[in-house]
């Protein structure tokens, strides 16, 4: 399938992705907010068993969990980036090197060489 006359704002999309990052970004203060609502509600039980029940939720799930998203959302943004600069850059190639061919054209063969 071709993509002729795809074409794309880098402007804009560069803008979208730099809000999805900001969103991104927000994540890493929910993780201190859920740490310290998790520290709080195991204090506030005063129950050993229970404490230690929502401590091992809060490490082995939620937190790995958050931090994975976070990962996840930063390497989405940035490969989004690194694609919409790869776009741009390469059409800037192709036009230059497009434009660099129309000079030079190659000299056809004389009818001398095509007799050899």
Known sequence: MALDGWKINV???TSIVGNAQDDVD???GKEVALTTSFTEAATACDH???GGALDGLLSGF???LLAAGRNAG???CGN???T???YNS???IMAGDAEKAIYSVPTPPSAKQDAR
């Open 62 to 64: 939620l937190g790995p």
């Open 26 to 28: 927000m994540l890493e």
């Open 90 to 92: 390469a059409d800037g």
């Open 74 to 76: 930063n390497s989405i």
């Open 80 to 82: 989004t980036l690194a």
């Open 11 to 13: 402007g804009t999309a």
């Open 84 to 86: 919409i600069n790869a």
């Open 48 to 50: 050993i068993e229970i």
